[in-house]
């Protein structure tokens, strides 16, 4: 695993991943191996700080629930795993699978959605293959996910 220090986080991509542009513009880090085709990137959210009880603090669950919510949401047989919480350390981690049939190419890709919660922003991970290389590259799109920190 490669480290790469971004914006005040830290990330580990697998040996085969390249920092890449294009995917998306608002990420702090994007990476792909186009011979693979599989990608990924990260939107990171810094905290605003606020007080402990404040009613408008977002929790990690808020997080997702927004995203996911619009997150291709107009893709043909799109079809979302129940979300899965764990923590390490005072980080939180949520992830879960999303699928999708293209209506251009007539393929299914497969989506790692991941949220991390730190003290001091959530970061986003959204790491891509064709569904039938799911099996290939989830371990892998997991370790991404779990080497984020700041």
């Known amino acids: 695993m490669e480290k790469y220090t971004v914006e005040e986080f830290k990330i580990s991509l697998p040996y085969y991943m390249s920092k890449t542009g294009g995917l998306n513009n608002n990420a ?21 700080v606020k007080l402990f009880d404040d009613p408008s603090n977002k929790s990690i669950n808020d997080v997702y629930d927004e995203f996911i919510k619009d997150f291709l ?39 790692f959605i991941g949220i991390v919660e730190t003290s001091k922003s959530f970061y986003k991970i959204i790491c891509s293959s064709t569904l039938d290389n799911k099996n290939l590259y989830k371990k892998d799109f997991q370790k991404i996910f779990n080497s984020i920190t700041d």
């Not at 702090?28 to 605003?48: C, L």
């Not at 899965?84 to 497969?110: H, P, Q, R, V």
Request: with cysteine; net charge negative; aromatic share 12%.
């Open 73 to 111: 949401a107009s893709k043909e047989e799109r079809k979302i795993t129940s979300p899965i919480n764990s923590t390490n350390g005072t980080a939180k981690f949520l992830c879960t699978d999303l699928t999708y049939l293209d209506d251009e190419t007539m393929i299914y890709y497969y989506h």
């Open 28 to 48: 702090a880090i994007q990476f792909r191996n186009m011979v693979r085709d599989i990608s990924g990137y990260v939107i990171k959210e810094e905290k605003t």
